[in-house]
């Protein structure tokens, strides 16, 4: 599989959970059961901001063959869509570029001059990690930069970095490397630059087998602060407990509730880089169809079933 099939392997991945995955907000009541019952909903599931910034992405690593940040900015600004579920300090920031302001005199000055540590350089970044996948090192390189264009605190590099390390790895596996899920935990962590987030990723260590992904939640949070810090550990342990099985992965991941579009998008993009025929079919067909730009003209041999 070429670099680019790889990273449209985990764009579906990715936008299937998010699209599932927020089908399941709102009162408890209209969810809680299909939820223990593993019923997916009826309908087309719209996805979110998740998938539209992963598909900018995408979109870098097939015109570019990697990132750069004003491109990246440029794209985010592009496709940005207010209805998508963005974040109150995405809209601002978004809005802004989409105006004709560089990133450079923006994003540094969000959250009172501390730069965002939210949870969006991880929940778009699962296809960047499958792209580079050989390559360590230029994941690592090529995921600081996608964090530029939005992100100025150092723990929304550390998630992006972290969860894009996770996602070269599980395309290893799904290549035939053996690792347990520790020691995939161990490698991106080595990989992870210091940071709130490598230090709830050496807490998930704590958690093997014999634990649920929701001992894990309590543990270091699921996204319920929507930061890097209290979303990437949480995805990054469930993702490598469940790498045999798409499916599993997401219910374990919905089911601890939190930030619950981009965990399952997180997971979803990094898993089926070794379960790669996991995603049901029904599931892809209910997901709301992606830009053809992407798939249909762009790139001829369209992954989809
Ligand atoms: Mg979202």
């Not at 690592?140 to 790895?169: D, F, K, N, W, Y």
Request: aromatic share 8%; net charge negative.
């Amino acid at each position: 599989m070429q670099p680019i099939e790889r990273a449209l392997l985990s764009l579906q991945g990715l936008s299937v959970g998010d699209a599932l995955g927020e089908r399941f907000f709102g009162e408890a009541s209209s969810f809680l059961p299909a939820l223990l019952e593993r019923r997916v909903p009826e309908g087309t599931w719209s996805y979110t901001d998740d998938t539209e910034m992963a598909l900018s992405i995408v979109e870098s690593l097939l015109e570019d063959g990697g990132i750069e940040a004003d491109a990246l900015a440029q794209r985010f600004a592009a496709r940005y869509n207010h209805r998508r579920g963005y974040g109150g300090g995405a809209h601002i920031l978004l809005a802004q570029l989409k105006e004709g302001r560089p990133w450079q005199e923006v994003t540094p000055f969000m959250f009172g001059g501390q730069g965002s540590f939210g949870n969006g350089t991880a929940m778009r970044i699962p296809p960047l990690g499958a792209y580079f996948a050989e390559d360590l090192q230029a994941v690592c390189e090529h995921a600081r930069r996608s964090a530029l264009p939005t992100h100025a605190h150092p723990e929304a590099t550390a998630g992006a970095i972290a969860t894009a390390v996770m996602a070269a790895l599980a395309w290893r596996v799904g290549e035939g490397e053996t690792a347990a899920p520790q020691d995939l935990l161990e490698e991106v962590i080595r990989h992870t630059p210091e940071s709130l987030v490598k230090e709830r990723l050496q807490e998930t260590l704590a958690f093997q087998h014999a634990h649920q992904s929701s001992d894990v939640a309590k543990a270091v949070g699921a996204g319920e602060r929507v930061s890097c810090q209290d979303t990437v550990p949480f995805c990054l342990w469930n993702a490598a407990y469940h790498l045999e099985n798409y499916e599993e992965a997401f219910w374990t991941t919905v089911s601890c509730l939190g930030d619950r579009d981009t965990t399952c998008a997180i997971v979803g993009g990094i898993v089926v880089l070794a379960d790669r025929s996991g995603i049901p079919a029904l599931w892809q067909q209910r997901r709301e169809p992606l830009p053809p730009d992407i798939f249909d003209i762009k790139y001829a041999a369209d992954p989809r079933p």
